[in-house]
Structure formats: structure tokens, C-alpha cells
């Protein structure tokens, strides 16, 4: 990651320093968030933040495609879409894989009457990432409306897709724990599933690094 950020900022405006920056935030704080969430989604048997944690992960290698695509291009090098577009279909996998994991394991719990635990952790995580994501997200978008670069605008658009996650989340921890229906861990692991169906879709066709008018 240093030798990335320092062949960038040996050649390229400030605009894009500034994306670079702002993605290997994106990077630190998903690793981060994702270890923490998937243990505490463990440990308290919540299918919700598990999948919150997962999706998570897939944030960072979404950011890492990014942050290769503004390196090569800091270099003034050619950009082999054929590999770009194969790994954008492998972070699409990963988006059904954790569509599958949280809509099975949702059913499951609903059906078996599984009561997760409250998690306080996740709580307070997610209801940090409610205040972090948006903020980045939008700092995201007019970086990248300056550098006129769809990429880096598609990127913030993931990033405000993941602070609707935490709303969600948030919402499902929350309310389990102040009113303790078990349904709404599974609700909330269904609204995941549907937003990683759709990310899915979107890193399968190639949309992330499209040359149209679509973010």
C-alpha cells in the first residue's frame, strides 16, 4: 500500500491524492469494522451483523480495484480490462455468497425461533459507521465530480450503499434489543441480502468501471 500511495503522489494532482486517501481510509476502517462485526455477529448469533461484517470485506476488495485502477492510471500505463473485469465478476461471487449465507441462515433462525443475543458491540459499531459512511461517501463523490472520474463516483456511490447497511442494521440490533422480536434480526439480514444482490448485479456487469453516463 505505501509504494502505491507513493507512485501516485509523485505523479498525480491533488484530486487524485486525495481519492487515494480517501480509499485506503475506506480499506483501514472496513478491515477494521468487518473483524470486529463478524465476531460479535458470531458470538451473539446474529445473522444481521455477521452479514454486515462480510459486507464489510467485499467493501475492501471493491476499494482496492479502485485504488489499482488510480494507480495504473497515475502512471499513465494501459489497464488490462479483461483482468479488472474478472475480479469485478469475483467480488460479484462474493456478493451472491453472502446474499445466500444471510437469506439461508435467516430462514433457518426464522423457522428454528433462534434468539440471537443483544450485542452492545455491534450496536455502537454500527451506529459508528452511520456517522462515518455517509460523511465519506460525500467527500467521495465531490472529490471524484471534481476529478470527473465515474470510477471514483461509483465507488462513493458503494460507500453511501454501505451506510444504508448500518442504518439497517442499526435499526434490527436496536429494535431487538429494547423490544426483543426475534423476527427482526432475520428482517434485517433479508434487507442485506437484497442490497448484496444488487451490488452483485452491478460488480457482474461491469458497471463499477463503465464508461457511461450511469454511476
Not at 426464522?110 to 459508528?128: D, N, R, W
Not at 465530480?145 to 453511501?160: H, Q, S, Y
Request: net charge negative.
Amino acid at each position: 500500500m505505501t509504494d502505491q500511495q507513493h507512485s501516485i503522489s509523485t505523479r498525480a494532482d491533488r484530486p487524485t491524492r486525495i481519492a487515494v486517501w480517501l480509499l485506503v481510509f475506506t480499506i483501514a476502517y472496513n478491515l477494521v469494522e468487518g473483524v470486529v462485526a463478524v465476531s460479535a455477529g458470531l458470538i451473539a448469533g446474529s445473522v444481521s451483523l455477521t452479514g454486515f461484517g462480510f459486507d464489510s470485506a467485499i467493501e475492501v476488495v471493491a476499494a482496492i480495484i479502485v485504488l489499482q485502477r488510480l494507480r495504473a492510471e497515475a502512471r499513465h500505463g494501459e489497464v488490462n480490462e479483461t483482468k479488472e473485469r474478472r475480479a469485478l465478476r469475483a467480488v460479484a461471487i462474493t456478493f451472491f455468497i453472502l446474499a445466500a449465507y444471510v437469506t439461508i441462515e435467516g430462514v433457518r433462525d426464522l423457522f428454528s425461533g433462534a434468539k440471537p443475543e443483544t450485542s452492545v458491540v455491534g450496536i455502537v459499531l454500527t451506529a459508528l459507521s452511520v456517522l462515518i459512511m455517509p460523511t465519506l461517501a460525500r467527500y467521495k463523490r465531490i472529490n471524484g465530480e471534481r476529478m470527473g472520474n465515474r470510477l471514483v463516483i461509483a465507488d462513493a456511490a458503494e460507500t453511501k450503499l454501505c451506510s444504508w447497511l448500518s442504518v439497517s442494521t442499526l435499526a434490527g440490533l436496536v429494535l431487538y434489543a429494547l423490544v426483543g422480536w426475534t423476527w427482526l434480526d432475520s428482517v434485517a439480514g433479508f434487507v442485506i441480502a437484497y442490497f448484496a444482490i444488487q451490488e452483485g448485479r452491478e460488480a457482474w456487469e461491469g458497471e463499477l468501471v463503465c464508461d457511461d453516463d450511469d454511476d
